[in-house]
């Protein structure tokens, strides 16, 4: 597989959680990686992404929340998210875009967060 996430579980409006997603040999070349959501009965939606120059990106309900990381090797993507909310309650992907691609080519099977009241 070429992104594999983890970290994902329950947690109490108000905490932390950090999600990780391993990245393959073949999806580390990606000029852009990225977060999506999807929660339940809703489309997927853009999250939060970075480039390989480092340049990051967030949706702005997540903004000043959450934090877009990866290391110095490119082999984990990371995504720290404080002050949940239940609105974020969804399943969590991570994405990769080739470059020079319009699209996200590679994705990850998605790790559950679910944020109670």
């Known amino acids: 597989e070429t992104l594999v996430e983890s970290g994902g579980g329950s947690v109490q409006a108000g905490g932390s959680l950090q999600l990780s997603c391993a990245v393959s040999?073949?999806?580390?070349?990606?000029?852009?990686l990225a977060w999506f959501r999807q929660a339940p009965g809703k489309e997927r939606e853009f999250v939060s992404s970075?480039?390989?120059?480092?340049?990051?990106n967030y949706t702005d309900s997540v903004k000043g929340r959450f934090t877009i990381s990866q290391d110095t090797n490119k082999n984990t993507l990371w995504l720290q998210m404080n002050s949940l909310k239940t609105d974020d309650t969804a399943v969590y992907y991570c994405?990769?875009?080739?470059?020079?691609?319009?699209?996200?080519?590679?994705w990850g099977q998605g790790t559950q967060v679910t944020v109670s009241p």
């Open positions: 970075i480039t390989r120059h480092g340049n990051t």
């Open positions: 994405a990769g875009r080739p470059c020079g691609w319009v699209d996200f080519g590679y």
């Open positions: 040999r073949y999806a580390k070349n990606s000029c852009i």
